[in-house]
C-alpha cells in the first residue's frame, strides 16, 4: 500500500471525527486559561489583520487575510459537501473520495501531482466532516502558488482505480475496528440521539456500507458536489490580495460550477433516552450524558457555548470540581459541542475506572453516581443555578481559547473558510469574541431551558468488567 495522506489528527479531532467545530474541540483542553491571559489574548493580532472576500468568475469564493510579518503560508479549499450529502450513494463514499483525490494515480498528470506535493514538503491534510471536506497545506510563502496549483488538481475531476478504491476501503475499515472507548461511546451516542438520518453514523461510514461503495458511486458524487461555486478558499500568507487572488484565477480556471442544490434538514425523531451499555475491548470505561441542540446560526448559539465552557470547559468547570476534585472520579472529565448548520448535540463525558474500592476494599459501581452527577449539572443551569461569576469565567475561557486558535496560519485559514462555509460569512470568525461577550445568564437559562431536557445516556464498559 502507498501512503496514506495525513489528516487532522489530534486526541480532540479522532473523537470528534470530523463532526466537532474548532473552537468546539478547544473546549476540550486541560489547562484552565486565567482570566488575565484570557483577556490579554483576546485582542490577536490575527483580527487586526485586513480580510478580504472575492468571487471569481467561476463562482469560486477566495477569503484572503495579509499577514506581512508571516513566512508560513496556509491555504483551506472547503468543498460544501459531506456525510450529510450521502443521499444517492452508501455511506462513507465522501470519506473514500477526498482519500483518494489525494492519490498521484488519480490524477491525468500524476508525475506534475508529485511534484508538487513534494515542493510544499508533502503537507497536504484532509478533513471529511458531515457538511464539507476541507483540503489544506502549510508551506513557505514562496510556494503558495504550487500549493494552490496542488489543491485545484485536487480536486480536478478524478480517474478512480480500482486497487485505490480498495486500498481507502480498508483503510476506513481499519479506523472504524481501531476506535477507541471515547469514540465507540460518541457513536453510541449519536446513532440514539439521531436515528434514522446521516448523522447517526460515522463519517466513514460502516462496514457494511463501505462494501457496497462502488466506482461510480465517488464519480457522481464528485461531478454533483465538486464544482467551484460550492467551493471557498481561504488563504493566509504575507501576499496581498490581488496577488492571491491572482493565483487562484490561475490556479482553479478549469475548474467549473455545478448544479446549485441545497441540503434539506433531515428530519429526525425524538432522541432514544434509554441507556445504552456496551461492553468492548477497552481499557476504561467511558460514560457519555448528553442532548440535542441548536444548528449554528441560531440565536442561542453563543448562549450554548457559554453553557458549554460552565459545565465542562477547564479545571474551574461544574464537572471538574464535582467529579474530580468532589468525588474523585475520572480520569478525564469535560464537555463536547457540536454545532452544525440546523443541528448540534452536547455531550458530558467521563473515562474512569468502573468501580472503586471502599475502606475497607469492597467494590462499588462509580458510574451510576458518575451519570447523576453529570446530568444534574446540566439540569442546574437550566433551572437558572448558575452565578454572575460563573458565566464571567466561562466567557473569559471561551474567548482566551479561541484566541488560541490564532497562533498558527494554517488555524486561521481554517477559521475563515469554515465560518464562509458553514454560514455564508466569514467574518463570525471577527465576530465570535464579541457575541461571546454580550451572551447574559438569561440568555445562558434560556438555551439550557430549551436543550437540556432528554437526556440520552450511552456507555462503554471494558470487555472483562460486569455491567454495572
Not at 483551506?76 to 450513494?89: I, K, P, Y
Not at 466532516?129 to 497545506?137: K, N, P, Q
Amino acid at each position: 500500500m502507498g501512503k496514506r495522506p495525513a489528516t487532522r489528527n489530534s486526541r480532540s479531532n479522532r473523537i470528534a471525527g470530523g463532526r466537532s467545530t474548532p473552537f468546539h474541540r478547544l473546549m476540550l483542553c486541560r489547562a484552565a486559561l486565567t482570566a488575565l491571559f484570557a483577556v490579554g489574548l483576546a485582542a490577536s493580532p490575527a483580527h487586526c489583520q485586513k480580510v478580504e472576500r472575492t468571487v471569481l468568475s467561476n463562482g469560486l469564493t477566495v477569503v484572503v487575510r495579509t499577514n506581512p510579518g508571516a513566512q508560513i503560508a496556509a491555504a483551506s479549499l472547503f468543498v460544501r459537501a459531506g456525510a450529510l450529502d450521502e443521499t444517492d450513494c452508501p455511506a462513507g463514499s465522501n470519506y473514500l473520495l477526498a482519500n483518494i483525490l489525494t492519490e498521484p494515480s488519480a490524477h491525468p498528470r500524476a508525475r506534475d501531482f508529485s511534484t508538487l506535493r513534494e515542493k510544499i514538503g508533502d503537507a497536504l491534510r484532509i478533513n471529511p466532516a458531515e457538511e464539507y471536506t476541507e483540503f489544506s497545506c502549510s508551506m513557505l510563502t514562496e510556494y503558495l502558488e504550487d500549493a494552490l496549483n496542488l489543491l485545484a488538481y485536487m480536486v480536478t475531476e478524478p480517474r478512480i482505480r480500482q486497487s485505490d478504491l480498495q486500498k481507502y476501503k480498508e483503510f476506513a475499515l481499519q479506523e472504524l475496528s481501531n476506535r477507541d472507548g471515547f469514540q465507540l461511546a460518541r457513536d453510541a451516542f449519536l446513532f440514539q440521539s439521531f436515528q434514522g438520518s446521516r448523522m447517526a453514523l460515522p463519517v466513514q461510514g460502516t462496514s457494511e456500507t463501505l462494501q457496497q461503495i462502488q466506482t461510480q458511486h465517488l464519480l457522481s458524487f464528485f461531478q454533483t458536489h465538486y464544482g467551484s461555486n460550492n467551493m471557498v478558499l481561504a488563504v493566509v500568507s504575507n501576499r496581498t490580495p490581488d496577488a492571491v487572488i491572482s493565483m487562484a484565477e490561475s490556479a482553479f480556471k478549469k475548474i467549473r460550477p455545478v448544479s446549485e442544490r441545497r441540503r434539506k434538514p433531515a428530519e429526525v425523531p425524538p432522541p432514544n433516552t434509554a441507556t445504552e451499555v456496551l461492553e468492548r475491548t477497552v481499557a476504561s470505561a467511558v460514560l457519555m450524558v448528553g442532548f440535542r441542540t441548536c444548528g449554528l446560526k441560531d440565536p442561542m448559539y453563543p448562549a450554548l457555548v457559554v453553557c458549554n465552557a460552565i459545565v465542562g470547559g477547564g479545571k474551574g468547570s461544574r464537572l471538574f470540581r464535582e467529579l474530580r476534585q468532589k468525588r474523585g472520579i475520572g480520569y478525564e472529565v469535560g464537555t463536547v459541542l457540536s454545532t452544525l448548520q440546523s443541528t448540534g448535540y452536547i455531550i458530558g463525558y467521563t473515562v474512569t475506572e468502573p468501580e472503586k474500592k471502599g475502606l475497607w476494599g469492597e467494590p462499588h459501581s462509580v458510574l451510576e453516581t458518575a451519570r447523576k452527577t453529570i446530568e444534574e449539572q446540566f439540569r442546574a443551569v437550566a433551572s437558572g443555578g448558575v452565578s454572575d461569576d460563573e458565566i464571567e469565567r466561562a466567557k473569559k475561557y471561551v474567548i482566551g481559547a479561541y484566541a488560541l486558535r490564532h497562533q498558527r496560519s494554517a488555524d486561521q485559514a481554517f477559521l475563515l473558510g469554515w465560518w464562509e462555509t458553514c454560514t455564508g460569512n466569514h467574518k463570525g470568525d471577527e465576530l465570535f469574541t464579541q457575541n461571546i461577550e454580550n451572551v447574559r445568564k438569561e440568555d445562558v437559562v434560556h438555551a439550557a431551558k430549551k436543550f437540556f431536557d432528554k437526556a440520552v445516556v450511552t456507555l462503554i464498559l471494558p470487555a472483562e468488567a460486569t455491567n454495572q
